[in-house]
């Protein structure tokens, strides 16, 4: 079992893992200490010891950084051990933000796949869009998500959609040119073979660049349903939102609820995770039905 460690990519993982908590934990007696230090001396308190003022900076209710377990506890409790239902339930805000991601998730890889083959068989579209898709992702998300947000709540337009289409926003671009490139990636002399076999655009579409895309539009579909994810989250910040991971980060801040911060950026990242380990699921299931190994 050792052997299988060693070899294998578990125990790197797990030494680069040792040594980040390692150094969290350094960081947090670090960072924490100037306020431990004050309370001691608000309180007369003269004698203590070592190990009492590093579990005292472990254990503060609104430390600077909170330290790994603090995190973990949160976490813990704000979801197995809170009904989900609960407006305090990361399982609860974690839905709110999922549906917003999927909705824009979909929207964009259906903009992204759609603006690729255009791109692809219409020169002037070339031409005319792939500079336009380059510029819109030189501003940044936080100064378009409000614009997005008052502007469709002035129209009557208010709650899933303004923060499904912020997410829209984020994921279709790697998705258009990751499809791009897998739709141009058929070699010339495929596109000849197709011509020789006297096969029509369709059926070369079809038969030849989707098949060769499709390694290509997996691979920027996960980079997508993460960027859709911040998309959700950022989108919920500007808009008020009662739920929602971007809501519970606006009301830890508001409060010094530091530990509520790093519980929810934590629960974000694990669902993360989570949408990109589904499309790598999808991703097998489609290349064994065409084909391929496993």
């Not at 924490?32 to 003269?46: D, F, I, K, S, V």
């Not at 378009?144 to 303004?162: D, E, F, Y």
Request: no cysteine; net charge positive; charged share 10%.
């Amino acid at each position: 079992m050792l052997r299988a460690l060693r070899d294998g990519n578990t125990l790197p993982i797990l030494l680069v893992l040792g040594a980040l908590v390692v150094l969290w934990y350094g960081g947090s007696i670090w960072l924490n200490a100037p306020w431990q230090l004050g309370l001691y001396e608000r309180a007369g308190t003269t004698q203590w010891g070592w190990t009492d003022f590093v579990r005292d900076t472990w254990n503060q209710e609104r430390p600077v950084l909170p330290s790994p377990h603090q995190v973990l506890i949160e976490l813990w409790n704000t979801t197995v051990a809170m009904a989900p239902t609960s407006k305090r339930s990361l399982v609860y805000h974690g839905w709110i933000t999922l549906s917003s991601t999927l909705l824009g998730f979909v929207l964009g890889s259906l903009l992204g796949i759609g603006l690729a083959v255009a791109i692809v068989h219409n020169g002037a579209s070339d031409r005319t869009l792939m500079p336009w898709l380059i510029a819109s992702q030189t501003i940044p998300i936080l100064a378009i998500a409000p614009m997005v947000i008052v502007v469709l709540n002035a129209v009557g337009i208010s709650g899933l959609v303004p923060k499904a289409l912020i997410s829209t926003y984020l994921s279709f671009f790697p998705i258009a040119v990751g499809m791009v490139k897998g739709l141009r990636s058929p070699e010339p002399i495929q596109l000849d073979l197709m011509h020789t076999y006297n096969a029509s655009a369709a059926q070369t579409f079809f038969k030849l660049r989707w098949p060769s895309a499709l390694p290509f539009l997996f691979t920027s579909m996960k980079v997508g349903v993460a960027a859709s994810l911040v998309g959700a989250i950022v989108a919920e910040l500007p808009a008020g939102a009662a739920g929602g991971y971007g809501a519970r980060l606006l009301a830890g801040s508001y409060y010094g609820q530091t530990v509520q911060i790093w519980s929810a950026l934590f629960a974000a990242a694990i669902l993360a995770a989570v949408l990109v380990i589904a499309v790598g699921v999808v991703e097998r299931s489609v290349n064994l039905r065409m084909g391929a190994r496993a």
